[in-house]
């Protein structure tokens, strides 16, 4: 019976596909990470054990906020240390923690600022200061080279990731546009697509256009989003509130696909294997729902 | 014969027969002379072959002349003419020799008769000797043969062998040199000894009765003389009884107790004895007194018991009568319909045994909790029902009156044994002869069927028989988990009249739990029954989960501060404090919310279900209701002073000032509020 108690106060905030395409990895807030097999789920034979993870591992002492798979690791933030894991080590069901290497790691952390870590050599290069409260997320753009960071504080701070120097620092709420303050400033969610960016948080969900650092278009959309990304001609969005939101560029809302967990924190594309071309989301909720066709839910996978 | 018909003249004559009138004339002149006329002699002399042709020529010439006269009669010829007249002479003499030849036909035929006639007589005369003859022959075998077959007495008397008889018997009787060769000798010695024999044994025997007798009077004697002691030693015992009980040691009881055990069932006698070693062994509260944690007694008719057990050969005679009885009078009376015999038939199927066992288990702060043990002996299970006595007299808390009661108070005792239903496979099959659908239905009149309870008695039904060291095994951990129970369930009515009260009783162990200041009260504590509480909108992912079971206790909580009002479903399983209270909670200000809607609920709710170990207090663990709702009142203060830091459009004073010590307000992607307590330092921060 405890078990079921601990499935009802189950969140999962973090998810990331394998490499491979083939696997993928959720975290929860009790500090555990599921391995689910794609494959097997998506097989015309899957059965309800095939729903459950081939591997479940307590990672951290705290939630995994955040997951990334990096062509060899997984990684897994919680709250103080970085994980990494082996992904062939994790597929073959055994779990080694050990040092990766090639590139760097960026890492925006609670203590307000962004490390940049030598993933080779395990050594922090460079740290970027200036956000006032914790960060909330990161993407990078990879034509310029720059990285924007979210936070708390409501700022998007956009640095250059050579120099590592803030070029530029947008404050969402302060446009009347997107600023909704009744729910607060902060930005829960970044995206970036070569020149437009989505940020939305506290303030709505919006589409900018980042040469002319102005909103173009902002989305209707209830509640806080806590995660989008682009996709073809699409954006997809999740938050508070049980749906994923199909949007189109020009501010429209599409669709909105209902979901079992009540609010959402993670979505994630598995855009690396073709055969396994899902869209799965989690959030306060033990299941994880895996979309095979975007416009409706397919199954749960479940912790 | 033929000498006499020589000299008799008259039987010739009268021999005569009727003849045509001219021979008799011949005859007359015959008559008169003397000759004799053998006709028999003459008869030997003639050949009856030749008689035969004589007899077929005077046919025929009889016949050639008669044509001749008739020719001449259709001639015309004259009647009394010379040719005719010669004619008739020829004839009628003709007719003279047949007759004579008829006559010699008959002499002839009785001749013959006679003859036969004398051979016969002959024959018989010889056949009747032939007869008398066999007649005397089989009569004398009949007798040889009964002479063979007899069997004289004599051979019935089982005589000893003949060696044997040459050892033993002396030579004056054996005489082997008469009786070696002599069959008929050898026969009578042997008899003779063994008459001699039976004398002597007849002697002996009549010697071992005297004795016998003798002895049989000693062995009355003895007795009268004890049982002139038993009255002396019942006053003994009476004198005796204030003594033991002076010294504790209550064999009187005792005895008394295990006379009318003898009497139990076997299921219910297996109860008593672990009951009773379990009471002895771990029980005294204090040397000097009777008063023992556990004591177990007998209730119940001893009579009707020792009926049941009486053996079936007593009321065989009666049955039989009985029956004829019966027969006589189902055919008087009318019978009884048919849902009356089905009614019978259920009650003869559901009875109890006479005798019920008394449980009584004391707990550390005096309440007692009684069991009542039941044997139905035509299911062969246990049922038990119960009362509790308890020191302080429990008043008024409106919410608990379900905590105490009986039919309820024993539920779940292990995980999911509810008592409904009778543990017995087999009882399905008895109960669907007599139309009973479901056990549940006798229950409260029969008390209940806990598998405990049949685990206690050695009735374990995946095997046949009552097993002893079943029910030893579980004595200990029953009797501990009653006790728990009851302790469990006093405790929560004391807690729950204070609820009543909005008062949360803390105690001085667990106020390291909670800050200082706790703005948020309790303003209401009441009972729900199951239908009200699955009708409510936020606790339906709870049934979903399938966490709730109809067994469970139901309540709901408000805590207020202010505008804020915050509803708390609460489910109690009856394995309370074993398993954690479960609550479900709905925000209402500023708008509704639940813990499905707002992930700072979930979060709330998830601070208040989880933490077992930090919040169930020293053992046993009877604070954890309490806590958790204190708990609850502390995250609401959170709660709600955190959330007005939101840069609200609207202008104003904030409603709920911020107090509490926060490292962060909020973090993680779903922006959670610190809810987690830390003690001493007294901030929250997040887990």
Redesign the interface.
Known sequence: MFISLQLLHMSVFSQSFSPCGRFLAAGNNYGEIAVFSLSAALSPDASQASQKPILNFTAHDGPVFSLLSTDTHLLSAGNGEISAWSWAELIKKVRVSCSVNDNSLIVGGGDNNIHIMDMETGIFKSVLKGHTDYIHCLCFKEREEEILSGGEDGAVRIWDSRTNRPVHCIEVFKYEECARPQFGKWISCLATDSDWMLCGGGPSLSLWHLRSMSPTSVFPLPGCQREAVFYQDLIMSVGEGPHVSHCLHGGTVKAQIPCTPSSLNTLALNLKNTEHRVMTVGGSSHQIDVFTNFSYRAFSLSF | MSSDAVKKRKPKVIRNEAGTPETKRGRAEGEQDVLVYNEEVELEGRDPQQDYMLYKDTCAALAKLMAEIQELKSGGAKVGSVEMEERRRQCSVHFITLKKLNRLAHMRLKKGRDQTHEAKQRVDVLHLQLQNLLYEVMHLQKEISKCLEFKSQHEEIELVSEEEFFQEAPAEISRPHVTRDDHHQLTLARLDWELEQRKRLAEQYKMSLARKEKIHKAIEQKREYLSSLQPGLQNIMQASLPVQECLSMPFEQMQKQAEVARHLPPPLYVLLVQAAAYGQACGKTHIFTLNKTLSASISGDVDEAKALSRPPEDSQDDESDSDAEEEQQNTKRRRASVGVQLDDKRKEMLRRHPLSLCVDLKCKDGSVLHLFFYYLMNLNILTVKTKVSTTTDLSGAVSAGELLNSESLLNCLYASDHGQETPNPTNRYQFDKVGITTFADYVSDLGHPYVWVQKLGGLQFSSDGAQVALSASHMERTMKLLQGRLQARLALHKQFSSLEHSIIPISGECQHLFPAKVVSGLTRWTMMSYQEFTELGFVQ??LK???LRETDLFFMAVVERGTARLLAAVVVNPRYPE??P?FSLSLHWKGERSG??E?NL?AM??EV??FRAELQGPRPGLQLLTNQIQRLCVCLDVYLETESQ????SEGPKEFPREKMCL?T??????LKPFKYNHPQGFFS??
């Open positions: 992912h709870v989960a399938g966490l398993v954690m479960l499905r809607t992930d979930r709710e998830s279900n989880m939101v840069c609200d459009g962060r909020a973090r993680g992607p779903s922006r997040h887990r």
